[in-house]
């Protein structure tokens, strides 16, 4: 994925998807989807400030790699946990 390359852009995108963030939790929009939708909100921004403001981009495959799966880990399991424990998971497994 490309991003523009100054920090004011990304800092804008940042402070775009916070606010969506808000919205959505605040505003009451989808409210079964709301607590997916911004843990992957949360995940799009880690990876942002990682790879643009820490210079991850830079770094080697491997590490780029790494940190990928280590974040894409973390978000899943935290989702999967979710929706485990509302009870969202046996309904959709009956289908």
Do not use: D, H
Request: hydrophobic content about 55%; proline content about 3%; overall charge positive.
């Amino acid at each position: 994925m490309k991003w523009p390359g100054s920090p004011a852009a990304i800092w804008c995108v940042l402070c775009a998807l916070t606010g969506i963030s808000v919205s959505l939790v605040e505003g009451g929009w989808l409210q079964g989807a709301a607590p997916i939708l911004v843990m992957l909100i949360a995940a799009l921004k880690s990876r942002l400030i990682i790879m643009r403001y820490m210079e991850a981009n830079r770094a080697a495959k491997r590490w780029r790699f790494l940190y990928e799966t280590w974040t894409f880990t973390v978000t899943a399991m935290i989702i999967i946990g979710y929706i485990a424990s509302t009870g969202s998971l046996g309904e959709w497994l009956r289908r």
